[in-house]
């Protein structure tokens, strides 16, 4: 199943991933990680998916790794100082990446806020949501938005834009959608199941 490799190899390089203060303790809990992603996964359009696992392949082949550039990327807000350091080691992202990244994220943050207003109670135990709340230990949903899809090859990055065009047109929140799959996943019916529970 495509969602399974996907996630079994973001793992893998999730593994590898070295932490300033050492390893950390979610790289232990396989578990939480395949629910978390695989609520993502299950939204995504199959071309976006099939595009995406193109990608961890080949950053296998060239020594690349996606899940260290991510978090490498997101520092940029989180950790200015340390980002300045390391930034000449991640890949360049050319301004027409950049500005397709910037939209994806100005839609997807309006997203978040309808899902911040329909669950008040779910949304206060995630993420903040601008990068203006940003902080070393905190990284906001923008901020993670980001330095995700910094790390998609443009084909990826030009899929995952058309799919939410898509989801737009159609009135679906990917935001809302992705968290109810996620909380499915937990066991809980749908996100007014969680949010009653609360």
């Keep these: 199943m495509m969602i399974r490799e996907i996630i079994e190899r ?15 303790s979610c790289q232990n809990d396989f578990e939480t990680f395949y629910l978390q992603r695989q609520g993502q996964f299950a939204v ?15 950053y296998q ?9 991510k978090y490498a990327y997101m520092m940029e807000s989180t950790d200015p100082e340390y980002y300045d ?9 050319t301004k027409e990446q950049l500005d397709i ?17 329909q669950y008040p109670k779910l949304a206060g135990n ?6 203006e ?15 995700e899809l910094s790390t998609y090859s443009p084909q990826t990055l030009y899929l995952y ?7 737009y047109q159609k009135g679906q929140n990917i935001v809302l959608m992705i968290q109810e799959k996620t909380v499915q996943g937990y066991g809980y019916a749908s996100l007014d199941d969680i949010e009653a529970k609360l």
């Design 101 to 117: 990244i910037d939209s994806i994220c100005q839609i997807e943050v309006a997203m978040r806020e309808e899902f911040n207003q």
């Design 44 to 58: 995504f359009y199959p071309e976006v998916n099939e595009a995406y696992l193109e990608d961890l392949k080949h």
């Design 126 to 131: 995630a993420r903040d949501t601008y990068t």
């Design 161 to 167: 834009g058309k799919m939410l065009a898509d989801m």
């Design 85 to 93: 350091q390391i930034k000449d080691q991640l890949p360049t992202r």
């Design 61 to 69: 082949e060239t020594g690349r790794n996606p899940l260290m550039e």
């Design 10 to 24: 973001e793992w893998d390089f999730f593994q590898k991933v070295e932490n300033i203060g050492g390893r950390a």
């Design 133 to 147: 709340d940003d902080q070393k230990n905190n990284t906001s949903f923008e901020t993670y938005l980001r330095g």
